[in-house]
């Protein structure tokens, strides 16, 4: 029982990590209509960032928080290089999100090299419920119920988290009241980015970061926000855990080397199961 419960709560921080970056996916599609398949790749400059900044010198705490600011600024750039042109078409700005994201490995490898790194994070082990967990697994869980508390403070009650919330539900008539949908758009990216980097920071001490982490990561965002049907961040919440779980008890008591499988039969059941309840909306798309 023991060893099931280490494996679970094991799984919840790695699922934090995925739900962190589905909820990215979730923040631009909301808006956009965007799948931003660059999102993992804001992960892992935050991940790289933390670990450089900190082999520089810099604090604990302040190197994480430069870190998440490097990878905000990399969802800015993305999201002027995806939306800049007024009109562009969301498969266009899918295409160029996939583009960013494999120039990106250029970038990463002639910046940090192509050896995986890592982070220290929290140190030490401690008791819960009688059950030997890493003080860091707690600290990924902590920082990702706070995350998300926030965020749900944010899109429900600020002016700018309901406008963002307004543009996803009809950009026409948010822009008939005066609401800068382009300029809301701009910020979804920028909002990915910090999600990205977050989970990037959280991650990065539990498994090491190289330049193409990001398929990885954004597998299992993708199915985490997928289970949420793109558009609802607290249901990617629970999908990245859920994977996170079964995941770590596929490691524990089966063979790791499955571990990506399971995340894309999870992500390809939901899109069946999806697509078979909305039978009318596929029609309509198709006529």
């Excluded at 699922?15 to 909301?30: D, E, K, T």
Aim: charge should be positive; aromatic fraction near 8%; charged fraction near 5%.
């Amino acid at each position: 029982m023991i060893t099931l419960l280490a494996h679970i709560v094991s799984g919840l921080a790695i699922g934090c990590g995925f739900a962190l970056v589905g909820s990215g996916l979730v923040a631009v599609y909301r808006v956009t209509g965007v799948v931003n398949f660059a999102q993992g790749m804001f992960a892992v400059v935050g991940g790289l960032c933390a670990s450089a900044f900190l082999g520089a010198g810099i604090w604990h705490g302040a190197a994480e928080l430069l870190a998440v600011a490097v990878a905000a600024a990399t969802g800015a750039v993305t999201g002027l290089l995806a939306l800049g042109r007024r009109g562009t078409a969301p498969m266009t700005a899918l295409i160029v999100t996939l583009a960013v994201g494999f120039l990106a490995y250029a970038v990463l490898v002639a910046v940090f090299g192509d050896t995986p790194r890592s982070t220290p994070g929290l140190p030490g082990m401690t008791s819960l419920l009688g059950v030997p967990v890493r003080r860091h697994h707690l600290l990924v869980i902590g920082v990702t119920a706070v995350v998300f508390g926030a965020l749900w403070l944010f899109l429900t009650r600020t002016y700018l988290g309901k406008a963002l919330t307004a543009c996803a539900s009809n950009p026409y008539a948010a822009r008939v009241t005066g609401i800068p949908v382009a300029r809301m758009a701009q910020f979804a990216f920028v909002l990915a980015g910090v999600l990205g980097g977050v989970a990037g920071v959280l991650v990065a001490p539990l498994r090491p970061m190289s330049f193409d982490s990001d398929v990885t990561l954004i597998v299992h965002g993708f199915a985490a926000a997928v289970l949420g049907g793109l558009t609802r961040p607290m249901v990617a919440l629970a999908g990245g855990v859920l994977l996170g779980v079964v995941e770590a008890l596929v490691a524990g008591y089966g063979n790791a080397a499955y571990q990506t499988t399971v995340a894309l039969v999870v992500m390809l059941a939901v899109m069946v199961w999806h697509a078979a309840r909305r039978p009318s909306v596929h029609q309509e798309v198709t006529v």
